[in-house]
C-alpha cells in the first residue's frame, strides 16, 4: 500500500478496509485480518491497525468479538456508504467547488464531461 502524506496513516487504512467492504471482498458478518496479520501485510505498526480498528468500530464498520476477532458488521456496506457521503460532502466538494470557481468551470461542462464518461 502507498501512503499518501496528507492524510493519517491510520486513516488512509481505513479507506482500505472500507474499499474491501464496497467492492465486496469483505462481505458483512465475515472475520477480517487480525491486527498483527494486516500490519504485518501492509507494513505498518500494529498499533496504527489498532488505531484503525477502533475508529471503525466507532463507525459501527466492524464488530469485534472477544477471543475471536473483527468481523464485519451487518451494516457496514450502509454506514461506509453514508459515512462516505458525508466525509465528501464536508471535505471534498467544498475543494471542488473551489477548484471550479477559480478555473471558470460551470456545472454545464460537468454534466456533459460525466455523460462522456458514463456512456
Known amino acids: 500500500m502507498d501512503f499518501q502524506s ?3 496513516i491510520y486513516l488512509q487504512i481505513a479507506d482500505f478496509v472500507c474499499e474491501q467492504i464496497l467492492l465486496k471482498k469483505w462481505k458483512g458478518k465475515e472475520k477480517i485480518p487480525s491486527v498483527r496479520e494486516l500490519a504485518i501485510s501492509l507494513e505498518v505498526n500494529p498499533n496504527t491497525v489498532m ?4 475508529f471503525l468500530e466507532e ?6 468479538q472477544r477471543g475471536i476477532g473483527y468481523f464485519v458488521s451487518d451494516s457496514a456496506y450502509d454506514n461506509i456508504i ?3 457521503k458525508h466525509e465528501f460532502l464536508t471535505l471534498d466538494l467544498p475543494q471542488i467547488f473551489r477548484s471550479m ?4 468551470i460551470n456545472l454545464d461542462h460537468l454534466k ?8
Do not use: P, Q, S
Open 59 to 64: 463507525k459501527n464498520i466492524i464488530d469485534m
Open 6 to 8: 496528507k492524510k493519517a
Open 112 to 119: 456533459k464531461l460525466y455523460n462522456e464518461r458514463t456512456r
Open 51 to 54: 488505531r484503525t480498528y477502533t
Open 82 to 84: 453514508d459515512f462516505k
Open 101 to 104: 470557481d477559480l478555473l471558470h
